[in-house]
């Protein structure tokens, strides 16, 4: 791999997104090759040592604001995957948590109302609300009325006969205090 990125940055590539597990082409599944390969940070890190100039970018396992400020001490950025999709507020509190930034600028509520005029315009494009809920299910990860807000936002009945007060009702269940601020 060193030779690989050697070989690519004498030909002017200067960034580098390196994921920290080796796939397993065969014998594993897509979610075991997420989960049995090694993570071997310790390679990426390598590769930042040996390349100071150039731009080493980890992925791969990495989930907590822990763990992204643990790594951001050994490269010069982090890629969050499938923990920014499964908890996109994630995204929102490392600005804070890593780099210091003002609190994150929306709470989750917020967002929800913003949500709304987005949806409105993408169902009138023909867009499904299945194709937009299936992208905020995570928003609402580790707090309390979670379930609700998925099982709310997953129903296919629900998704067929409603439009984007859905989001507001899935809101209710879990900030109900926020839904009035949401409708004014």
């Known amino acids: 791999m060193r030779d690989f990125v050697g070989t ?14 080796n796939a ?13 390969p090694p993570l071997k940070y310790d390679y990426v890190h390598r590769l930042k040592q040996d390349f100071p100039q150039l731009t080493i970018v980890i992925n791969g396992g990495i989930e907590t604001h822990e763990a992204i400020a643990r790594e951001l ?3 010069d950025g982090v890629m969050l995957g499938r923990a920014a999709y499964h ?6 509190e ?6 210091g930034a003002a609190a994150p600028a929306r709470t989750r ?9 987005y949806a409105r315009a993408q169902l009138a494009a023909g867009v499904s609300l299945r194709a937009i809920a299936q992208h905020v299910l995570g928003l609402y ?3 309390s009325g979670v379930r609700a807000w998925r099982r709310m936002l997953s129903d296919s009945k629900r ?5 984007p007060e859905l989001f507001l009702s899935a809101l209710r269940e879990v900030e109900p205090a926020a839904l009035s601020e949401a409708v004014a």
């Open 8 to 21: 690519v940055a004498a030909a002017g590539a200067n960034a580098f997104l390196v994921h920290a597990r």
């Open 73 to 75: 001490e050994h490269v």
């Open 141 to 143: 990860h580790g707090r």
């Open 94 to 99: 490392a600005e804070e948590y890593c780099f």
């Open 159 to 163: 998704l067929a006969s409603s439009g």
């Open 24 to 36: 397993i082409l065969k014998g594993l599944t897509p979610k075991e090759n997420r989960e049995i």
């Open 87 to 92: 908890n996109p507020y994630l995204l929102a």
């Open 109 to 117: 509520a917020e967002i929800v109302r913003a949500l709304l005029p």
